[in-house]
Structure formats: C-alpha cells, structure tokens
C-alpha cells in the first residue's frame, strides 16, 4: 500500500502542477489520498488514483501474474 501511496502522492503533488485550476484539483485528491492513506483504506487510494487522470493513471494496471 505504501508503494501506491507513493506513487499516487508524486502524481497527485500539487506543487508539481503549473495551472491554478490543476492546483486545487490535486490538492483535494491528495487530501484525499492522504486521509485513505491514513486510514489504511485501500480502496478510497486507488478511487483517488482514477479521478486523479483522465488518460494516464498515476498507478499502471499492470496485470498480476497468475501461479
């Protein structure tokens, strides 16, 4: 959970973001992130990571590899 997190947090970072109206909506998604984060709450993070990007997630869904 800790890598998600991490990789949401450097995609959702609103001091990486140069247009004001981007700036407030990753500030609100990485409230929201840091309150999933805290709360152990999985799924509310990767509900963060598909609002966060219309065309390119934060975190890859990468299918898992079956035994």
Known sequence: MRDIFRKLA???HP????????????TALMQKANQAYAANDLLALLNCNCRSSR?????????????
């Open 10 to 12: 450097s995609a959702l």
């Open 15 to 26: 001091d990486r973001e140069t247009d004001a109206q981007q700036r407030k909506v990753k």
């Open 55 to 67: 065309s390119t997630p934060a975190i890859s869904r990468t299918p898992v590899p079956s035994a």
